[in-house]
């Protein structure tokens, strides 16, 4: 998921072997009729009701941010009634649900590493979060459950799995577990983000890799959200530990404007629509990036735009079938373009 509105900002790590959970093996997520791609797309509780019901026919899943994990790692919070109200809109138009969990703090503007600790290093904790999001489910009329744990410490990773595999024993097997993890080139990047791929892809439903913020204002110059290359080299790493029918490939439906030297800009995200605003009262003409699959544009004060639009997204769902994936997740229903 991305981590603007949230906030945006892995397998040969030794971790004890699970097995599958009961089911796990045999359930499978809602795929798209006419291509054979599931596709979900992430919603915060305010995304309009319209923005769900324009792109159902492109949909699969909503999974609706965030339910938050508390600060000492042991509870989580309810879904707000705006989140309830979308589910309700998504599940008339046949759509699946998922509620995700998040480690995101407002009071730190970011992922809470310390959160996800206190969690993933406690047995007892564990059994209480994957208990009460069971409840939750249950009692809301979800479809299953999306983790987003982020900035997860790699002591962890035997927690996160443990966390998945409590997840499936305590909801009932038509329900869904999947879980977001941030796309790299390397296994043992992946392995230092607290992913450990091979368990976590026999542990949940689908893995979505978050093949996006590959650049962005604040950790790298201006570049592709995601260039289709990195995504492709993130994907293939994946597979080496994850089955192409288990993982989905994340992608962008947002931008970045990078603040030219001395301009009172500020670096941010921008929706597609906006990107192609700003360009068009400067003047410039965009260009398109073939190689990256995405547009960019550089302003007359030095500030510099890339974005992802429908186009972009089209180019994924041809990666997406290429490599022979799950589906889709895209980051995010009423910031992306209409999906097509």
């Known amino acids: 998921m991305r ?63 965030a339910v938050p994990l508390s600060a000492d790692g042991r509870s989580v919070g309810a879904p707000t009634r705006d989140m309830t109200r979308l589910r309700g809109v998504a599940a008339r138009q046949g759509l699946r649900t998922e509620l995700l969990l998040s480690n995101y703090s407002n009071g730190l503007g970011g992922f809470d590493e310390r959160r996800a600790h206190r969690l993933l290093s406690s047995p007892a904790a564990i059994r209480r979060v994957a208990e009460r999001l069971a409840t939750l489910v249950r009692s809301g009329g979800w479809d299953g459950v999306n983790v987003d744990l982020e900035l997860v410490r790699e002591g962890d990773a035997g927690g996160l799995v443990r ?22 080139t390397s296994l043992r990047s992946y392995r230092e983000r607290g992913y450990a791929l091979g368990a976590l892809g026999r542990a949940v439903d689908v893995v979505q890799l978050m093949a996006y913020d590959q ?34 490939l994340g992608v962008a439906g947002y931008g970045y404007l990078w603040p ?38 550089r302003l007359p004060d030095g500030s510099t735009l890339w974005w992802a639009d429908a186009r972009s997204y089209r180019q994924r769902v041809t990666l997406a079938r290429e490599l022979g994936l799950h589906g889709l997740a895209v980051w995010r229903l009423g910031s992306a373009d209409p999906l097509p």
């Not at 949230?6 to 397998?11: H, Q, Y």
């Open 163 to 184: 966390l998945v595999t409590a997840l499936q024993q305590a909801m009932p097997p038509a329900r869904t577990v999947s879980i977001d993890i941030s796309a790299s």
């Open 215 to 248: 650049h962005g204002p604040g950790w790298s110059g201006p570049g592709a959200v995601g260039a289709l290359a990195w995504q492709r080299a993130s994907v293939r790493t994946a597979l080496t530990r994850v089955p192409a029918s288990r993982l989905d």
């Open 3 to 65: 981590r603007t509105a949230l906030a945006l900002v892995a397998t040969l790590l030794v971790v004890p072997a699970l097995p599958a959970p009961a089911g796990a093996a045999v359930r499978q997520p809602a795929s798209r009729a006419d291509d054979g791609l599931a596709v979900t797309g992430y919603a915060l509780g305010s995304t309009p009701a319209e923005v769900v019901r324009r792109d159902a026919d492109a949909l699969t899943t909503v999974t609706i941010a």
């Open 260 to 297: 030219g030297e001395g301009t009172s800009r500020r670096g941010r995200t921008v929706k597609p629509g906006g990107a192609r605003a700003m360009a068009a009262a400067a003047g410039v003409r965009p260009v398109w990036h073939a190689t990256e699959g995405e547009w960019s544009a």
